[in-house]
């Protein structure tokens, strides 16, 4: 079928979709002309992160001790062009000034905001060791820790989280978010980039767990699939709109572990080893070695 | 290893595999030589779909209001154009005759699918709009509109829904079905094309939702992650199968809220306002502004 | 910004990232130089093995049956290529000995278990089409077999996790993980390598479903999604490791029916045509032929 | 620099370039909305033939004589597919009629061309060898029959020529000329499709080639780079247009060698066994076992 | 073969590779740390103008004239954004300050080119009409201006000249000759962007044809394959060094015709309609409606 | 047009072309089974070599001298690997035993070929700078050294000639050819890797310019395009076959300039400093300082 018979349908559409008053209205924080995060950058900073982090285990699969420094040396310099130029979008999307994008100030700024991720770098694969060993211990099916880096769920959504949080504590805005959910979209685990999580993390399977804005986790937690770490509700602002940053979400404390399906709600503390049965809903505090179970099923 | 060696090995496997016995027995339903829908083609019908829709955020990030037009104009193009010919597959894949799919007749008809398809984007966009909005105000974690287009699965997921469930109504087969498992596969959220649902719908994190071929949503209604609005049993036919088309999932009515991993069963009716607890398991109709939560748990 | 003014910040990282006592020591068990698993790799395998058992639904739509055996052949013999070189990887990865994955018996070794699974594969299509018949049958949305092997994730998740399972057996480490992961990441569906699953297997929606390691299924069994057949505890050897191997998983006899989110824990035996309702936790046995259900939700 | 600033001078670019007088008068043979041959399909075209000719040293290097039919069967049809919808808009360009190109009989008619050109691979196949066999015994540097092969321009330019003159004498319009031009761009060696040329034809190094549309060269002829088989000067019609198809070109009997940078102009005869000298114009007969050299420079 | 036994040798030769005294003293004016042109993005610059000159003929096969505005207005936004790019790394390269080309004013120069480039476009529209119109003039076996747009080397060269000559107008360095030498590479032909070449410019088969930096050349004036157009001598300064810029190629009045593999030198004047005959060396003026040919050949 | 009707014609033609008789006794010397050298893999290893001589210029356009040691150690690395790669496909294709090519010393012996180029790396970096240097010297258009390095198709000829030279000595069978003849296609100057090239060396413009196998030529020789140094006759064996290897073109003394289109033939030598006109044929030696030009035209 040529086009051709149907070209006044298309230019009539065209037309009505290219009005003003049609996306304007409707998505108007959109600032004429900035420059947007790109998906795909951010997908090679993570794997550029992944690569400088666990060196033989992505990016150039056979890397020895002589020539690592070569590899990691180009990974970390196209890393910090990449994140430069992805922290400015992030910065142009919440900034209120058109001009201020294409401004040296603000290339500067991400550019320090760059560097400052990359000497992070040896700290962020001191905690994500935490999080392997973590996952190989706890997990009879483990074969090596090779296997835990290289097929676990968990480890790909716990690296796009630490990576995230740390964008976030340096001021990024959008971008620490973007990468979360990439993460949530290959794994089902959707952490937010603001939560708190300690060393030695760990989620089995981890399909539909949840973890929220303002969430504390300490050290040695384990979660199963499907645990929801949510709020139970939040204030409104006299315009009826939610109020932002308001701490709303659980705090579990050291060597906690929640089985599947379990819902935890609200800014509740589960205390130090405490334990929480699979398909259950909880909204009050939990002691310090407490343990809660569903109620009995019916025959 | 050369290949040669188990050459024979090889060959012995590919004669057994390309009897008609072995494989047109047990999928005898596929018209030999027919085109097939193409998975890549249809991945890019919904990104133009979206590039046209939230302009400046999808598809090419610096757009300005001078030269939308442009932008839109040829995405336009390119969409009736890949929409055509996967209509023309859709529609001899579900065919009975295997002439059918090259005849003009059958071309023309998706042609003017499309075409009906391309009108309906303006409405589309309107309607994405207030679902965009729900999202928005709904989460105090949003920072902006923007955030809410660029990151948030459940926009993914709805995109694609809304693509699916129109293209159905114009008549067209299998297509729907599969652009609404690209977002399942991307977010976890299932959502048949069949389902019916109003502005300003909204679902959290997402995650394990799945929302069944006969459902009814109202507008303003909000899901959490794992909620099923599923079928609890369906009448067989007298061969032993199912009987296809029968309303077997569940109404919900204006501002219905479902938290987490609740899961609602059979032609029921959620009343308007009502609000299901997660973690449950609802088979029977609850009334407007009703409210159930789980059984306590045991400690 | 030119990187320029901040070389000595990441010369410095690279430095400290590039430094044995920072990576060998967290991750010690990869021996250096030695080829890894290519995912990329792995993916082509899963989908020339996917065209092969599917002709015409996947990787070349217009195969009629006088050219059919012209695309198997090629795919087939890609397949070996491809396969021989991962499972090498594979194999070296869970040796001790460095050089061994280079030696001539490894990858003669590899060749014969390729052999072997090509052999495989017209019984693994017999059974594939048991699982597209069981997946057809059970579900009154479903329009035609075609629209089952094109569009169901379940259908995507079980045909990763046969080709692992029979590489397992064939005594492959690490790249049968790989390839259930793969399936895990598109569809939330997580099943173990190890475990054992009968024909006419069925997972609607699937999401948030897991299958644990020692898992036995039987015939004509359905699961729904967020479904858990997992493990309930292990033992700790001395050290506190893990004991690996023990049967710690359920066992499903043939016709049981288990519903969304419900929670099977532990070496329990759900008995023929059991049906366990959804959102439950069950860690004892199920008779043949019994039911258990969540109790009643409070108003 | 972002674009806005000179968003009118591009909007203006714009209007003025797209209006009809624009570019209608000036290009107007071009039907509206018909498909042009694809460039990128045709060098496709070229490889796959190339592929089934010369098995093993193009498109798969690791063919085996037990496998080497699945490989030429894929590459067959392939090659059915993409040369028929080459054929198709090749007839389309030349055609007056805008609707001729979509109707069923142009498209049966360019699948009955194509099946047509692959019913001569064979022949093509032994003519190539024969050119082959020439280029490895005339010279001296050549190392084997494969590096020939692999490795001559002169063969790349054949190869095209003889598809192309196939192509030609099947009636396809435009797509000869297309091909024997992507040879010219890759060896410098021009080769009109409408030529006749024999077997055992062989150019030594080859750029600047140039054998016109109606040259005749018999079997066993050798030239060198730089040579010219052109026309004189061509007769104009009443109009002052040349008139076409006119014998233009020299005819070069058996085992005639022309060295390099001679030029050859009208329609004169060059006889058997002839041999030219470097760096000369000739414009009148040479007999047959005549020879003609550049008169001696001057030092 | 591992890399590992000869990581020695390797690490050694990076180290001598990477040392300043290397590769700094030989290559000492690459400012460093400046962006460099690219010749990927070059080429899509001119692919970019070529599919705005000649719309259904590039870039887009199906372009009807509704449409048509959309294509032509992407493409030109494109080729502004890519050429602003470019033409800043050009301006850098030539430039002896290493922080000019991140400094505003450069980048709003490079737009302002851009932009001039872009208005400049019709012109060339015109121009290049006038070429196409001289080859399918001049070719008995050309069959339309369209194969002549979509076949003719001398038109690819021709296109990028015109290109390359007006970004030389505007100011541009080292891109114009980048944009002549791809043209270079693909057809043999190699004309200077320097050089002066009026209306209805035809190279008939090309390969060959040198056009060098101070040529004038006047309309309708046509060349065959080979023709060199070049410096006798060019007087030295007093280090040695060539003078740049002296006028030292020929003038070729209008309506002068060149045949194969002559060669005209140093800055004389071939007058109005005459012609040069192939294989000579000329080097001094030939009057109006002239005509030179070689000395007869020895037989 | 489904290729269904024609499939008759095409397993006819696949059968006929499949056969032993048809593609084995033509292209006899293709081992079965063996790896072919892959011109995309020699593409890089040519543009990594250019990446590596000529760091800033070419695959990484913004290196500074701090990081220049990581890219150049990447770089070496990946060279190294698929040099070995393609060094054995190369010793494979000339050798007679089938199996040699999968044995450890081959790809030992491979290895050691790739780290001896590597080690060769500094010193044809050397060279290389010297050739930049004549060509900017002698060319009056050059604006810089970085002009030529990126645009002189001369330079892109000497590189493939120098690196495929320098393989030829450590000998590589094949490789060396196919990497002279990519440079062949992209500039039309044809250098065999046997010649032997001195210092300096400067081809201008270059399209045509041929230099047989048995060439020496010294320091600071120029040339123009179109020159040929080809050989005059070859003597055959008994069987009719040309003797391979002895030495049949011309020697070129330091400081000669050959002028386009000449052409000089057979085991002659052109003394130093000497000069050869444009467009003549030269077959006896020149001395010293002797100067040849084509004898006068006639008017």
Known sequence: MSPLNFTHTLTQAVDELSKDSS?????????????LPSTQAL????????????????????VNSCTVSYHIGVNVEQLFTLLTDQVVAGLC???????????TPQRERA???????ISYLPELRRLLA?????????DPAAQSQGEVIFCYPSV??????????????????????????????????DIHPGATIGE???????????IGQTCIIGNHVKLYQGVTLGAKSFPLDRNGQPIKGIPRHPILEDHVIVYSNATILGRITIGQ?????????????IPAGGRVVQSRAKK
């Open 111 to 117: 550019a320090e905001i760059a560097a400052a991720f």
């Open 273 to 285: 080893g405490a334990v929480v049965g699979g398909n259950i809903w909880v909204t009050q505090d």
């Open 156 to 189: 790909r959504a716990i690296v796009n989280y630490r990576i995230a949080h740390q964008l976030l504590l340096l001021g990024v805005p959008l971008i620490p978010r973007i990468i979360t959910e990439m993460a949530h979209s290959e794994t089902g685990i």
């Open 43 to 62: 997908r090679e900073v993570v794997e550029l992160s992944r690569a400088i982090i666990f060196p033989g285990y992505y990016g150039h699969s056979a």
């Open 200 to 210: 030695y993390f760990c989620i089995d399977h981890g399909t539909g767990v949840v």
């Open 93 to 103: 999307f919440s900034g209120k000034d058109r001009c201020s994008c294409y401004a």
């Open 130 to 138: 935490t999080d392997v060993a973590a996952a190989y211990t706890g």
């Open 23 to 35: 996306y304007q209205s409707v998505f108007h924080q959109h600032v004429d002309g900035n420059p």
